[in-house]
């Protein structure tokens, strides 16, 4: 060994466990004549080697340059060692002591390669239901301790085979510590459930058999896949599909459909180039396209997305699905394994007791689910190809990476709000932001939340050291949260429900520390506002130290509670007040008894008011008679934005004025000044489409008066009115060449981001004593 040669330790952080970091370190190493040792720890990847400064230096950079695909480092550092001497390079055994410091990997679609060898007979992993290597497969799921290695995975139940072990130890092979290794001989085992045969085990190929003749045959089949069980079924049965939403009592909602193949969903839908990345990408999530016109009739689409021109679609991301789809060569219905509205079924033993009630069989595996997660959901905008995430999880959850961010300096963790319910854990200086975990509404969704909370709070070892919530009392959220700053003695800090979504939006874009001012525009359905009202279209102006609220849509009764929600009729009741055109419209779709209630309870004095731009489209779907009652949420907007866009694809953006002229709007605008022209506009005939199109216009139109009214030069926009990709493309085409807007682009403008907005208030109410403005209650 020359003495002009030192020891070098890096530390690498981030997400680098499961990326297949250590084979990566170990060839190149290899390649770099290095001898020393890599291995995995609870905070991240540690490197130690001998080599001369320059050659030492010139290996650290190609660490960062070259480093795995599915890796994101977000710290590296290389500092001198006491001397030692190496003689060799090496994989060592993972340090399971300390804090655990790093990022964890999402769980990773099936890779080109392992598809190819799925099907190819001459492979001995040919049709392995489980096949995967260090590029994909189950990574978050099954993790239930750190370091990510195979004895702290759900994988530890499946000791590698001698081939399998040999694949491992040899550092040329794709599978080189792998740690989900495994093959027909060591590997996860199928398990068929019916009701006409009882539970089986046995071939796998005999199993898959099975599922596949049992959806050809119009039945319903659960299969469990990643994150949970999918209820399937021939989505060119339509008997069978609404045979699914009987079962499921789903009698509307669309459900989602998974394809054989990229090839196969383009003949049937519109896919672009963005789109077809993210389907074929690692996360695989569920994407929001367009049919087309000249499609054959093989969907059977009014069972599928009633009302609707799109479909939800995903390609097979787990080998497993792979293998069925392959055979089926069709499209079936994927939509979560669960009952209506509870959270997604993922262990064996729960699906064997609630599934069959909808399902005509299970087919399961022994590979247990640590960590339960619905496909994630992404769509774009038609023309300007904005991107929109409506669900962020399987693929995407847990970690947010973005260096700009300022965090606090102690660990948090944010509750989140009610609906789309998620929470974020700071620690260590990293950020984690759950998977969607649903509207938590019924027990079983709670004790999800509750649960995942206790998984990621455990794998880390992590005690906040303050709670954020959301201010209103009667959030299972807010209230779990009490809760657990109680058993923690640590303080509870609110942070309004608007506001978080403002700061959520501002800290994706990296505008936190602007000082000129940015307009927000945060509309939703429902959050508790200042003056305990229930906001919802509301704009914020955002200057650096201070979020006051500028602008609104008028208040108007909130009455009947959840009932208005799910009754757009009853929206458009309370937000008309007392157009006359309306009532024409609105009276007969009530009973005389719910007229003569519901009257009386408007005129109260007492009443709740609410500003709620969700409302607003509810009462537009309603007076347009495109939706009175809804069976799920955001029905009525669906449909509402549907119609408009019919409409804005023959005569584009520019072709129709809004409702009302630029003069007559106003920064806090009376709701009844949209909806008084819709109603007379349907009175004299006027197509709904093109009333739906002007409403979009309208809201456009109004965001460009607060603009300027306010002198503003940047809008941001947040809030789950955004999942609105007409709306989004609208405001483009209108704004983007007099204004700067900023939308979101990792997180989805819905209330999942509402426990990241709160992180961002907290970390910025340290430095920027912003949490004297936005602290609502301790």
């Not at 204004?739 to 907005?757: T, V």
Request: with cysteine; charged share 20%; proline share 6%.
């Amino acid at each position: 060994m020359k003495k002009t040669q030192k020891v070098y330790r890096i530390h690498l952080q981030g997400q680098v466990q499961g990326v297949g970091f250590r084979p990566f370190v170990y060839k190149l190493a290899k390649e770099f004549e290095l001898c020393g040792w890599v291995n995995n720890s609870v905070d991240g990847v540690h490197i130690e080697f001998n080599a001369a400064e320059e050659l030492g230096d010139a290996f650290f950079q190609a660490v960062q340059k070259r480093a795995p695909v599915l890796a994101r480092i977000t710290a590296a550092d290389m500092i001198e060692a006491p001397w030692k001497i190496y003689t060799n390079f090496e994989i060592r055994n993972s340090e399971e002591t300390g804090e655990a410091n790093l990022l964890l990997t999402p769980d990773v679609a099936l890779c080109r390669e392992c598809r190819m060898e799925l099907h190819d007979p001459a492979n001995r992993r040919f049709c392995y239901p489980f096949i995967t290597c260090t590029n994909c497969g189950p990574r978050y799921s099954i993790i239930q301790k750190l370091p990510y290695d195979r004895p702290y995975t759900t994988m530890k139940a499946f000791p590698m085979c001698m081939v399998c072990a040999t694949e491992y130890e040899e550092p040329l092979n794709r599978r080189y510590y792998s740690q989900t290794n495994s093959c027909t001989v060591c590997g996860i085992a199928l398990q068929w459930h019916s009701k006409e045969e009882g539970s089986l085990e046995g071939d796998d190929s005999d199993l898959i058999n099975r599922a596949v003749a049992y959806i050809l045959a119009g039945k319903i089949v659960a299969v469990k896949g990643i994150g949970g069980f999918l209820l399937c079924c021939d989505a060119g049965n339509e008997k069978a599909v609404m045979e699914l939403r009987m079962r499921k009592h789903r009698p509307s909602k669309p459900f989602a459909l998974m394809y054989p193949s990229l090839e196969m969903l383009t003949e049937e839908a519109l896919v672009s180039s963005e789109e077809a990345w993210e389907l074929t990408g690692s996360a695989a999530p569920i994407l929001l396209l367009e049919l087309k016109n000249d499609r054959s009739n093989n969907l059977a689409i009014s069972a599928i997305a009633p009302g609707l021109n799109q479909i939800g679609a995903m390609l097979p991301y787990a080998p497993l699905f792979e293998r069925l789809l392959h055979q089926l060569q069709r499209p079936i219905v994927a939509t979560s394994g669960n009952r209506s509205n509870a959270p997604i079924v993922f262990d064996n033993a729960t699906a064997l007791r609630e599934l069959p009630e909808i399902a005509d069989a299970l087919l399961c595996h022994n590979r247990d689910i640590v960590t339960p997660q619905d496909d994630s959901v992404i769509r774009f905008t038609p023309r300007y190809r904005q991107r929109i995430v409506l669900r962020r999880s399987r693929g995407l959850a847990p970690t947010f990476i973005q260096p700009e961010l300022l965090l606090p300096d102690k660990s948090v963790l944010a509750m989140g709000a009610q609906l789309k319910s998620a929470f974020a854990l700071t620690h260590k200086g990293n950020l984690y932001l759950s998977q969607y975990l649903g509207d938590l509404e019924n027990y079983d969704t709670e004790r999800s939340f509750q649960l995942t909370i206790k998984h990621l709070t455990r794998l880390f070892s992590a005690r906040p050291e303050a709670v954020l919530t959301d201010p209103h009392p009667d959030y299972f959220s807010t209230r779990l949260g009490q809760q657990l700053a109680a058993e923690w003695n640590v303080p509870v800090i609110q942070y309004q429900h608007h506001r978080a979504h403002f700061a959520a939006v501002l800290a994706e874009n990296n505008l936190l520390q602007e000082q000129d001012p940015i307009l927000g525009v945060i509309w939703d359905g429902t959050g508790l506002g200042d003056d305990g009202q229930v906001w919802g279209g509301e704009f914020f102006l955002f200057d650096g130290n201070s979020m006051p609220r500028v602008a609104q849509l008028g208040y108007f009764p909130f009455i009947l509670g959840n009932k208005m929600p799910r009754e757009p009729r009853i929206s458009a009741l309370a937000t008309c007040g007392n157009v006359p055109e309306a009532k024409v419209l609105l009276e007969p779709h009530f009973s005389r008894t719910e007229w003569s209630i519901y009257n009386r309870l408007l005129s109260k004095e007492d009443n709740l008011h609410s500003s709620s731009m969700g409302r607003l489209f509810d009462a537009a779907a309603a007076l347009l008679g495109l939706s009175l009652q809804s069976s799920y949420e955001g029905e009525a907007a669906m449909l509402l934005e549907n119609a408009a866009l019919r409409v804005f694809q023959q005569i584009g953006y520019d072709g129709l004025p809004g409702l009302l002229a630029i003069e007559k709007l106003s920064e806090n605008l009376p709701p009844q000044a949209l909806l008084q022209p819709i109603a007379a506009g349907v009175l004299r005939g006027e197509p709904a489409g093109e009333l739906a199109a002007r409403f979009h216009r309208s809201l456009v139109d109004w965001v460009e008066h607060v603009a300027r009214c306010r002198q503003v030069g940047r809008i941001a926009f947040s809030g789950g009115v955004f999942q609105n990709a007409v709306l989004t493309d609208l405001l483009i085409h209108r704004l983007q060449h007099k204004f700067s807007l900023y939308f979101h682009r990792e997180l989805s403008p819905n209330d999942e981001n509402i426990a990241f907005g709160q992180v961002m208030l907290a970390g910025g109410g340290e430095r920027r004593c912003m949490q004297r403005l936005y602290k609502q209650r301790t």
